[in-house]
């Protein structure tokens, strides 16, 4: 049996106003699940997967490895459960100052002291991501231009090829991580994720992905999460909508 990575429970979020979008969430992320996570428009989708990212207070649970994601520290546990918005316009800087800011929560903690004296606070930049983003078209020069000059379709395959190329994290939560992007290229990008996964090569062992695509979903799930506001529940992979 696959091993469990992420283990949620009873998990519950609630609006500002203190109402909740959503109770009684409980399900378990295991290695090589590509979970396609589907519901209405303002189900709560977006603020499930914040939540698991410990980017939005909720009540409940949720286990990384068997631990709290207090227990890595918070900005480590980010990397490793990594949320992919679906707009990253209003991110700050260039791509380049983002990979930057990630690589300062992973690779520097994992570096010898005799590495950490010679560098101070600089950090060992993968090219992966670059490479990546290559294959789906992107120009070396856009990791330069601030977010918000980026056509969407140029942000979402930058911030996407970060998530990956920068092989920290072990769950990628990706919010419509295709759904500025035109038909073809879609279905590459799809398929390098799904061969992440499946693989097993790389540090990536699990995907979480919003998607209103009926094909999509067929396409990339192996396992199907539909949310109301009385939970979640799991479907069987010929149901789905
Ligand atoms: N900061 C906030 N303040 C008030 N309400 C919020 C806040 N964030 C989210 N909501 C509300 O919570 C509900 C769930 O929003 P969310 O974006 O998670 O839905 P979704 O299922 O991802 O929607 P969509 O499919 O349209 O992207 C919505 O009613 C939204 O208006």
Redesign the pocket.
């Known amino acids: 049996m696959a091993a469990s990575i992420l283990h949620i429970t009873d998990v519950r979020c609630c ?2 106003q203190g109402d909740p ?1 959503f109770s009684h969430v409980n399900f378990t992320v295991n290695e090589r699940d590509i979970l396609v996570l589907q ?1 209405k ?7 499930l997967m914040k939540c698991l990212a410990h980017l939005n207070l909720y009540d409940g649970e949720i286990q990384y490895r068997e631990k709290s994601p207090q227990s890595y520290g918070i900005p480590t546990y980010r990397t490793r459960v990594q949320y992919v918005p679906q707009r990253t316009s209003l991110l700050p800087g260039t791509p380049r100052d983002f990979m930057e800011a990630v690589a300062s929560f992973s690779s520097f903690k994992h570096q010898s002291p005799v590495d950490k004296q010679l560098l101070g606070k600089r950090h060992i930049l993968s090219d992966r991501p670059i490479h990546v983003a290559e294959a789906w078209g992107i120009e070396q020069e856009l990791w330069d231009r601030s977010w918000g000059n980026l056509s969407g379709g140029e942000a979402q395959r930058i911030a996407l090829a970060i998530a990956v190329g920068m092989q920290t994290a072990e769950v990628l939560l990706l919010d419509e991580p295709t759904s500025a992007l035109d038909a073809d290229t879609s279905e590459m990008v799809e398929r390098f994720l799904v061969n992440e996964v499946k693989n097993g090569e790389t540090n990536l062992k699990a995907i979480v992905w919003i998607t ?1 695509s009926e094909e999509q979903g067929r396409r990339v799930g192996t396992r199907y999460l539909r949310i109301d506001p009385s939970g979640i529940h799991e479907e069987p992979e010929d149901s789905t909508v």
């Open positions: 609006r500002p979008i519901g428009s303002g189900s709560g989708k977006s603020t209103h």
